[in-house]
């Protein structure tokens, strides 16, 4: 049998590798037949020569190749002996901890012949269920506004998450997670953090994001870097206003952006994104203090 596990979450992912092994353990308890293969420094021969050779003790072998699109001759020998391995007793799971490029020959024929797996990024409601489970499975009980914090703070790394949720359990030692707690204790991501900025113009609250823009200010982000950022967020909501399309954008920013476009004309985002532009050429040139620029720009939005 042959399993495919893919996919841009590489957090859930690998979990699920992890579950298949111990899986595996359970039922074999040697642990001798199970075998790791870095496909990008092994040979498919070498990995036949695993696969054909009789297991100790008659068990199944479990066998995890890594990093097989990285070795277009491997993945050329693998496809043309498929139906043999497929026959074979033994288990053999195709792992890549990334999106593998879907428009090799290697993707569509394991899409087509063997089982596969996808694990995407969760969207915003699967991504509260899945931190409500983790914070149930360790004890830990997180009031509504914490979630909503947390989730904004951290966004869809969930191995970032993942951090943040122990950090948050050990805290609270049992009691309530709170907001305050969150804000204590995460650090917001810097994109997610921005975003919230422009959020904050679009629904006319200047003062709400010149608080936002000062506090990373206070934390020590540089002011040009922070000017960067305002300039990715406000060119993905002119794509997406434009065309209406992911365009490549992480799934999870692709949602927020496109419901964030209904809030800005084209020629609005047009004219801020000039704003930036002029804003960013006064600060390099010295005409205007960096920090000046960044309060005169978000005024002027």
Known sequence: MIYFIYGEDSYRSKRKLEEIVEGYKKVHKSGLNLIYIDSDAVS?????????????????????????????????????????????????????????????????????????????????????????????????????AALEALVNFVGSDLWAMSNEINKLSNYKKGAVITDKDVELLVRPNIENDIFKTIDALASKDKKLALSLLHKHLDDGEMPLYLLSMITYQLRNLLIVKESGKNCGLHPFVFQKTYYMCQNFSMEKLKKIYQKIFQVDSDIKTGKVDPETALDLLLSEI
């Open 44 to 144: 498919f021969k070498e990995f036949n020569t695993n696969l054909q050779t009789n297991s100790m003790f008659a068990e199944k072998k479990l066998i995890i190749l890594n990093n097989v699109f990285d070795n277009a001759k491997f993945q050329e020998d693998f496809l043309e002996s498929l139906k043999k391995i497929e026959e074979i007793k033994d288990i053999v799971v195709i792992y890549e901890n990334k999106m593998p490029d879907q428009r090799t020959k290697f993707f569509k024929a394991l899409q087509k012949e063997v089982k596969c797996q996808e694990f995407k990024p969760l969207l915003p409601a699967m991504l509260k269920k899945w931190v409500l489970s983790e914070f149930s499975a360790k004890g830990a009980k997180i009031n509504p």
